[in-house]
T-cell receptor, first 111, second 114 residues
Framework: GENVEQHPSTLSVQEGDSAVIKCTYSDSASNYFPWYKQELGKRPQLIID?????GEKKDQRIAVTLNKTAKHFSLHITETQPEDSAVYFC??????????FGKGTRLSVIA | DSGVTQTPKHLITATGQRVTLRCSPR?????VYWYQQSLDQGLQFLIQ???????AKGNILERFSAQQFPDLHSELNLSSLELGDSALYFC?????????????FGEGSRLTVL
């Protein structure tokens, strides 16, 4: 089955700097890669997703890139703000299988 | 508010006991997923139901079972509880099984086994 590795497990950045979180997946058939944000004590929420026919997708300060050949995808957050502090999860899915999540990255944005 | 309702929000029980967690999916969503979130273990997929039938099984222990009822709500039953079962249990729903769309998570049920 699919296996998703996520790095780093913790990340601290200064407010205004960029943050990058990387994930690798094992199943070459995976075709859907979402990112979820979980604030402290709250539920995970989708922030951006990308499908395998696209290499990059951007939504304001966040962007996701996908390299199918290398089987890795990344989340980029620019101009970080304190409210970006949260745990971020990457995930992957192939076909009809359920989402497999990485173990999460705890991002702290220091004001 | 995601539209997914989970009860109870918190539950404290003793080892060896049995508990039931309940989930009502968003209106119109046919698929329900259960995930377990423990410290440093991310979101572990347990089981998925689609329109009343089991669709996929993940790392769910034999002591755990689930079902989805005709009104589409789902229950996760955890029995012979152990200390290691303490975790946050999330239910999520989506419109269809296996589509590439969004999973909507409930607020979770935090289980503490003493």
């Amino acid at each position: 089955g699919e296996n998703v590795e996520q790095h780093p497990s913790t990340l601290s950045v200064q407010e205004g700097d960029s943050a990058v979180i990387k994930c690798t997946y094992s199943d070459s058939a995976s075709n859907y890669f979402p990112w979820y944000k979980q604030e402290l004590g709250k539920r995970p929420q989708l922030i951006i997703d990308i499908r395998s026919n696209v290499g990059e997708k951007k939504d304001q300060r966040i962007a996701v890139t996908l390299n199918k050949t290398a089987k890795h995808f990344s989340l980029h957050i620019t101009e970080t703000q304190p409210e970006d502090s949260a745990v971020y999860f990457c995930a992957a899915r192939s076909g009809n299988t359920p989402l497999v999540f990485g173990k999460g990255t705890r991002l702290s944005v220091i004001a | 508010d995601s539209g997914v309702t989970q009860t109870p929000k918190h539950l404290i029980t003793a080892t060896g006991q049995r508990v039931t967690l309940r989930c009502s999916p968003r209106s119109g969503d046919l698929s329900v997923y259960w995930y377990q979130q423990s410290l440093d273990q991310g979101l572990q997929f347990l089981i998925q139901y689609y329109n009343g039938e089991e669709r996929a099984k993940g790392n769910i222990l034999e002591r755990f079972s689930a079902q989805q009822f005709p009104d589409l709500h789902s229950e996760l039953n955890l029995s012979s509880l152990e200390l290691g079962d303490s975790a946050l249990y999330f239910c999520a729903s989506s419109v269809q099984s296996g589509n590439t769309g969004e999973l909507f998570f409930g607020e979770g049920s935090r289980l503490t086994v003493l």
